[in-house]
């Protein structure tokens, strides 16, 4: 299974970002979905949740902020990120999760500016 994030960058306040994953090696309409970030320091934190047949849920920092998708035909997790804040710099980190295993992509920075 490989996971390979994409749509990173630099952002003024205020902006948005769409970030997206691509999965290989799993199909993802029969597995739970998950967006992360980790700042320098801290621990990984889950932001976005997108469990089979269940609504999306989000942590209460992105909440009404960020929006987390699945498009099964293209193998792909998206999170659409609005309104963004300076305490959105993170790396974020797409995760899916299958029998008990857990995948992780690589990363990919977003840098929001004030």
């Known amino acids: 299974v490989q996971l390979l994030e994409s749509g990173g960058g630099v952002v003024q306040a205020g902006g948005s970002l769409g970030l997206s994953c691509l999965v290989s090696?799993?199909?993802?309409?029969?597995?739970?979905v998950f967006w992360g970030r980790q700042e320098p320091g801290k621990e990984r934190e889950v932001v976005a949740t997108?469990?089979?047949?269940?609504?999306?849920m989000y942590a209460d920092s992105v909440k009404g902020r960020f929006t987390i998708s699945r498009d099964s035909a293209k193998n792909t997790i998206n999170l659409q990120m609005n309104s963004l804040k300076p305490e959105d710099t993170a790396i974020y980190y797409c995760?899916?999760?299958?029998?008990?295993?857990?995948?992780w992509g690589q990363g990919t920075q977003v840098t929001v500016s004030s």
């Open positions: 090696g799993l199909a993802l309409s029969s597995v739970d």
């Open positions: 997108l469990r089979r047949g269940s609504s999306a």
């Open positions: 995760d899916v999760r299958n029998l008990g295993a857990s995948y």
